[in-house]
């Protein structure tokens, strides 16, 4: 399967405790976003990222939440210290350049109990 | 016929006939538009894209039209099957390079 891996699947955690959700891209895909999604609702554009690079970040919480791309590795996004609000479903995305058309993985469901 | 539920507007059509799923966009610059379809408990699906210097695009089942005057774009499906029942999202892609903004959605149900 060569599309976007995300893993984990579903992912439950305790009030305060980190969440870390992981994104492998399409192969030859270099661009990757995060994208939020609550329950009947639309898709909340929250990171753009590049290897090693973050271009947009304009819809990341300024606390609690950060994404990185490394070099070698898959995206991650990681939001410490969770609260009931972050349940959510958790959308990766990946392209191979500009202005091209981007492909979504199966998502990620965080639970927070 | 269309309504608007908690979140979501629904579309509701008979099995066999043609749908057609509507888009308002933000962005007088955005220049590449996509539309996804989304089923319960997967992620968005890509089904068609069109870019801005085009105002007709068809795939199988599906075209999508553009009308940049009033920044509309829709969706139409041909002979509507009950597989077709999903939510559809449109995508403009705003600052070419940048990220894409998602539309809120419209659920498709699909009657027998």
């Known amino acids: 399967n060569a599309g976007v891996m995300q893993n984990p699947r579903h992912l439950v955690r305790r009030r305060g405790q980190e969440a870390r959700l992981r994104c492998s891209p399409m192969?030859?895909?270099?661009?990757v976003y995060w994208y939020r999604q609550l329950p009947e609702e639309g898709l909340k554009f929250m990171v753009y990222?590049?290897?090693?690079?973050?271009?947009?970040e304009s819809g990341m919480p300024k606390e609690r939440f950060s994404a990185e791309f490394p070099k070698e590795g898959p995206s991650i996004l990681r939001i410490q210290q969770v609260v009931r609000g972050d349940s959510a479903a958790y959308f990766c995305?990946?392209?191979?350049?500009?202005?091209?058309?981007?492909?979504f993985g199966e998502g990620s469901w965080l639970t927070v109990v | 016929g269309e309504s608007v539920g908690l979140h979501l507007p629904t579309l509701s059509v008979q099995e066999g006939d043609n749908s057609i799923i509507n888009c308002a966009y933000s962005?007088?610059?955005?220049?590449?538009f996509i539309w996804y379809k989304q089923e319960s408990g997967k992620g968005p699906q890509f089904i068609i894209d069109?870019?801005?210097?085009?105002d007709k695009r068809q795939g199988q089942r599906v075209t999508v039209l553009l009308n940049k005057t009033v920044k509309h774009l829709s969706l139409q499906i041909a002979a509507t099957q009950p597989g077709d029942s999903a939510v559809y999202f449109c995508?403009?892609?705003?600052?070419?390079?940048?990220?894409?903004?998602f539309g809120p959605g419209t659920r498709l149900s699909v009657l027998p």
């Open positions: 995305a990946s392209s191979s350049g500009n202005g091209n058309t981007i492909y």
């Open positions: 192969k030859g895909h270099s661009h």
């Open positions: 990222l590049q290897k090693e690079n973050i271009i947009d």
């Open positions: 962005n007088s610059a955005s220049d590449y």
């Open positions: 069109i870019r801005s210097n085009m």
């Open positions: 995508a403009e892609m705003v600052d070419y390079g940048q990220n894409f903004v």
